[in-house]
């Protein structure tokens, strides 16, 4: 295993924050489509789109949808694609996810509305980093997507994704250096929770500082997984944003670790 204590004193990263005005827009749906087998793209336009501003690639916008009742929830999604030029954006549903925003995104047809808020805010990492390893499931997909497709020559990111199965896997172009692992579940028999798959891909990895690691899936892997990078490989907290996109049996939560 590799060392992580670095013998040089490396400034740690910056991460700027920038708070936006969360507008509520009502938009129509223009088209929909799976992407993956467990993972449905719907496409939005209309002139209230206009303005649309989500500059991180893990910006997360709410999505305004019935539940049981009939009342209006809100539940977070990161905006996939925006194309100013187009007035459209896309938005990824990972199916594998039981709630109310999972059920209008398989319900809603093609002319019919959708009501978006946001985003609230927006957060961008910058500073001396050698390289990026990024590990996500299949809800941090279209954030890590963004990220690569944002990414810039010359730059190194290893992305590992964990996915219910080899058909889930997607085609993310990236003019940086990228290495692609993919995690495919049901090929090793494990679930969405599943923590040791994805601590033996970094197992092997040389994560010191310089190395920004960025987590992204359900609360209790993203604790375990910072957890081993804090204690066993002694990573400063600093080189690390992890956030639990959902927490499992539990609706429309959150695990924050900032």
């Known amino acids: 295993m590799s060392q992580l204590i670095d013998p040089q004193d490396r400034p740690t990263p910056t ?30 336009k209309g002139d209230e789109l206009v303005g649309f501003n989500a500059p991180g690639a893990d910006d997360n916008i709410k999505m305004i949808v019935p ?6 929830v809100m539940r977070s999604y990161t905006p996939r694609r925006y194309d100013p030029v187009a007035g459209e954006l896309e938005i990824d549903f990972a199916l594998h996810l039981a709630g109310p925003a999972t059920k209008w995104a398989l319900d809603v047809e093609v002319g019919e509305t959708a009501i978006v808020a946001g985003p609230r805010g927006s957060k961008r990492v910058s500073g001396n980093i050698d390289r990026w390893v990024m590990v996500g499931d299949e809800t941090a997909i279209p954030a890590m997507a963004r990220r690569l497709e944002e990414a810039e020559a010359g730059e190194r990111i290893t992305a590992v994704i964990t996915i219910p199965s080899k058909e889930d896997m997607q085609q993310i172009e990236s003019a940086a250096d990228v290495d692609y692992v993919w995690v495919c ?11 040791s798959s994805l601590i033996s891909q970094l197992e092997p990895m040389d994560i010191r500082a310089g190395v920004f690691v960025w987590l992204a899936a359900e609360g209790g892997v993203v604790r375990a997984l910072r957890t081993y990078l804090t204690d066993a490989r002694g990573l400063d907290r600093r080189w690390i944003k992890a956030s639990g996109y959902w927490v499992e049996g539990e609706a429309d939560t959150t695990a924050k670790f900032e």
Do not use: F
Request: net charge negative.
């Open 67 to 72: 539940d049981e009742a009939g009342n209006m």
């Open 185 to 195: 579940r049901d090929e090793l028999g494990v679930g969405a929770t599943d923590t």
């Open 15 to 44: 991460v700027e924050r920038v708070r936006l005005e969360p507008v509520k827009r009502n938009l129509i749906v223009s088209e929909k489509y799976h992407v993956s087998p467990n993972m449905l793209r719907i496409v939005v």
